[in-house]
Each structure stands twice: as C-alpha cells, then as structure tokens.
C-alpha cells in the first residue's frame, strides 16, 4: 500500500516561486535529474513510501503542489550528523489547494486523504493566490 510524505515549504511566496527555487537545487541522481529535500529522520515506512509515493508540499497553509518520490538516502556529516534527503522528481504537480495548518518536519499522508492532481506546472505559468483559488474552488467557479 502506498503512503505519501507531506512537508512543510518556508521562505517562498507562492508556487511559481517555489518551483524557480527548485531548479537551482536539481542534481543527477541514478541515471536521471532529482531535487534533494533535506530533513532529520528517514521514513520509517521506506518501502510504501517507495511505492508510488509523492512528497506534498504546503506553502502559505495549503496543500499546493506534489512531487514523486524517487529515492531516500541516509546521509552523515561531522557539522550536522545523520539526516535524510527524500530525493524528488523535477516534475511539479499542482493539486487542489487544501488547507493545512502549519507543522515541524514531515508527516505521513495516507492515500484517501490526498487531493486530487489539476496537471503538471507549466513554467512561467501565471497562478492564482491559493486563497482565492481555494474560495473559487469553493464555490464552484473552478
């Protein structure tokens, strides 16, 4: 059964801006291009993480946007000790704006409570405001 990861984005202003930063951190990875996310721990549920799992991310209170997992890789230095990079697809896929209150780290995200795709983003894709996306949404506008 998959799971998916949820992760908390600071310092960006929107989805647009969060997708500009991502680029700067692609790296090669197995064979192909992936974005490292660092964070403390390593999922303990690796293999239905690695199942199929995406990592969602919250930026401004709201589920905005997924990326897939493509790998986990427990890493170790003298200045910070272990830590985990959960290793992303470039491919950002926006979702339906959801609400989320503000949390530390990661938390599991069962598959009955993710919200649904809307498609991949575009670059220079002009977005809404995720609030005024959320109440369009609301009443049925979108």
């Not at 598959?111 to 977005?127: H, R």
Request: aromatic share 6%.
């Amino acid at each position: 059964m998959t799971v998916h990861l949820i992760k908390l984005v600071v310092g960006v202003h929107d989805l647009t801006h969060f997708a500009e930063n991502q680029q700067k951190y692609a790296i090669d990875y197995e064979g192909g291009r992936a974005i490292p996310v660092r964070t403390r721990h390593k999922p303990r549920r690796e293999g239905e993480t690695m199942d199929g799992g995406s990592l969602y991310r919250v930026i401004k209170n709201h589920i905005l946007c997924r990326q897939e997992i493509v790998g986990l890789e427990v890493m170790e230095d003298k200045q910070d000790g272990r830590y985990c990079l959960i290793m992303v697809a470039p491919k950002i896929i926006r979702t339906v704006s959801v609400p989320r209150k503000a949390f530390q780290g990661w938390r599991y995200l069962e598959t009955t409570n993710v919200p649904p795709d809307i498609g991949i983003l575009q670059a220079n894709e002009d977005l809404p405001p995720a609030e005024m996306e959320a109440e369009l949404r609301d009443l049925g506008l979108i």
